[in-house]
């Protein structure tokens, strides 16, 4: 009876899982994944997966050596771009959700990416994120939250000696074409003492490579501080708020100006024209939604962000303007806001609404 009942059990059990099995084939055959859920799975991938897949195809379940990183970042970077940045709809994702982005840098600093690596992955988002026209101030704020700290190990203050005139190329070969005229001219040199010309040849080289790397290295410095700039201008001029979230988005600008300033505060952007620069893309970006879409504020958000500006509280503000006798920032913004107000009541009064870009 007992082996009956087993035998019954695991019948049952067969039965259950084939007909879940064939419910499964059913589904994906009748019933596919839609595009958007595929798009779901795909953009939920971390980044750092086509890392992990990169080092088990390089070194197994090793750690990479010093001198396989870059490999490794290349192999890892080529499947991401095959896999993922180009899908035609990964700008719309970044413009949303800046996790990838971010990730980035963790990435950089767990594999000890030098500066020529984190400037082209930083390239890569930059050149991306031109495919969009609107970036979520959430996830600007996410992603520039994390750029002062993340990109903080790659602008040390140090001290570099300035760059040669003469090309590197040339004055190897000169160095090269010395030893052997010197070589030429010793007819009875046995090969004891031309190879131990050799090996002086090659100390001496070596040793101008070790002086060049480090020219070579602040040049490719500036190369992503540079993109560092551009990449933050960008961001600053496609970011954009939402009158449905409201509660969040005073507090969301102060803190993108905040994260600009970090910026300067951290030396990764080291020219106070270029801190400047982002602020006044940051303010300008924020005037234009508050006049597209001040009919859709409540009056408490203007009474809160009126009250901060006028008392001094936002300390940007306060500053002089670089250029003298341009309208200030501070200036700027009151009048956006004095304007936007007059809709915002106009529109709860009277029901005139002036145009918008967004659903509400």
């Given at each position: 009876?007992?082996?009956?009942?087993?035998?019954?059990?695991?019948?049952?059990?067969?039965?259950?899982?084939?007909?879940?099995?064939?419910?499964?084939?059913?589904?994906?055959?009748?019933?596919?994944?839609?595009?958007?859920?595929?798009?779901?799975?795909?953009?939920?991938?971390?980044?750092?997966?086509?890392?992990?897949?990169?080092?088990?195809?390089?070194?197994?379940?090793?750690s990479?050596?010093?001198?396989?990183?870059?490999?490794?970042?290349?192999?890892a970077?080529?499947?991401?771009i095959e896999?993922?940045?180009?899908?035609?709809?990964?700008?719309?994702?970044?413009?949303?959700?800046?996790?990838?982005m971010?990730?980035?840098?963790?990435?950089?600093?767990?594999f000890?990416?030098?500066?020529?690596?984190?400037?082209?992955?930083?390239?890569?988002?930059?050149?991306?994120?031109?495919?969009?026209?609107?970036?979520?101030?959430?996830?600007?704020?996410?992603?520039?939250?994390?750029?002062?700290?993340?990109?903080?190990?790659?602008?040390?203050?140090?001290?570099?000696?300035?760059?040669?005139?003469?090309?590197?190329?040339?004055?190897?070969?000169?160095?090269?074409?010395?030893?052997?005229?010197?070589?030429?001219?010793r007819?009875?040199?046995?090969?004891?003492?031309?190879?131990?010309?050799?090996?002086?040849?090659?100390?001496?080289?070596?040793?101008?490579i070790?002086?060049?790397?480090?020219?070579?290295?602040?040049?490719?410095?500036?190369?992503?501080?540079?993109?560092?700039?551009?990449?933050?201008?960008?961001?600053?001029?496609?970011?954009?708020?939402?009158?449905s979230?409201?509660?969040?988005?005073?507090?969301?600008?102060?803190?993108?100006?905040?994260?600009?300033?970090?910026?300067?505060?951290?030396?990764?952007?080291?020219?106070?024209?270029?801190?400047?620069?982002?602020?006044?893309?940051?303010?300008?970006?924020?005037?234009?939604?508050?006049?597209?879409?001040?009919?859709?504020?409540?009056?408490?958000?203007?009474?809160?962000?009126?009250?901060?500006i006028?008392?001094?509280?936002?300390?940007?503000?306060?500053?002089?303007?670089?250029?003298?006798?341009?309208?200030?920032?501070?200036?700027?913004?009151?009048?956006?806001?004095?304007?936007?107000?007059?809709?915002?009541?106009?529109?709860?009064?009277?029901?005139?609404?002036?145009?918008?870009?967004?659903?509400?």
């Amino acid at each position: 009876m007992k082996r009956n009942i087993k035998v019954i059990a695991a019948t049952a059990l067969l039965c259950l899982v084939t007909a879940t099995t064939l419910q499964a084939d059913y589904d994906n055959e009748y019933h596919p994944l839609t595009s958007e859920t595929r798009e779901i799975q795909l953009f939920s991938t971390p980044l750092r997966s086509f890392f992990s897949s990169a080092q088990i195809t390089r070194t197994g379940d090793q750690s990479p050596k010093k001198e396989e990183q870059n490999e490794l970042y290349v192999q890892a970077m080529q499947l991401y771009i095959e896999r993922m940045y180009n899908d035609p709809h990964y700008a719309k994702h970044l413009s949303q959700d800046a996790t990838h982005m971010v990730e980035f840098f963790s990435l950089a600093a767990d594999f000890e990416l030098n500066n020529e690596a984190v400037y082209t992955g930083m390239r890569l988002f930059y050149n991306k994120l031109k495919e969009i026209d609107v970036i979520d101030d959430t996830a600007a704020l996410h992603l520039l939250d994390e750029l002062p700290s993340g990109l903080a190990t790659y602008f040390p203050m140090i001290r570099t000696a300035p760059f040669q005139n003469e090309r590197p190329s040339k004055i190897i070969e000169n160095l090269i074409l010395s030893q052997l005229t010197d070589h030429l001219s010793r007819s009875t040199q046995d090969s004891d003492e031309f190879f131990e010309g050799i090996r002086h040849l090659s100390d001496r080289i070596e040793n101008f490579i070790q002086q060049q790397s480090p020219h070579q290295e602040a040049e490719m410095k500036e190369m992503l501080r540079n993109q560092t700039t551009q990449f933050c201008e960008l961001i600053l001029n496609k970011v954009m708020w939402y009158p449905s979230a409201y509660e969040d988005i005073w507090e969301n600008f102060l803190n993108l100006a905040h994260c600009v300033q970090l910026l300067g505060v951290n030396h990764i952007i080291n020219h106070m024209d270029h801190i400047d620069n982002l602020l006044w893309t940051l303010v300008l970006r924020f005037k234009f939604f508050i006049e597209k879409c001040g009919s859709a504020l409540p009056e408490e958000l203007f009474t809160t962000m009126r009250h901060d500006i006028e008392s001094g509280s936002v300390l940007f503000l306060e500053a002089n303007e670089l250029d003298a006798g341009i309208t200030s920032k501070k200036e700027m913004l009151l009048r956006a806001l004095a304007m936007a107000e007059t809709k915002s009541i106009a529109f709860r009064t009277h029901g005139i609404i002036s145009d918008t870009i967004f659903d509400v």
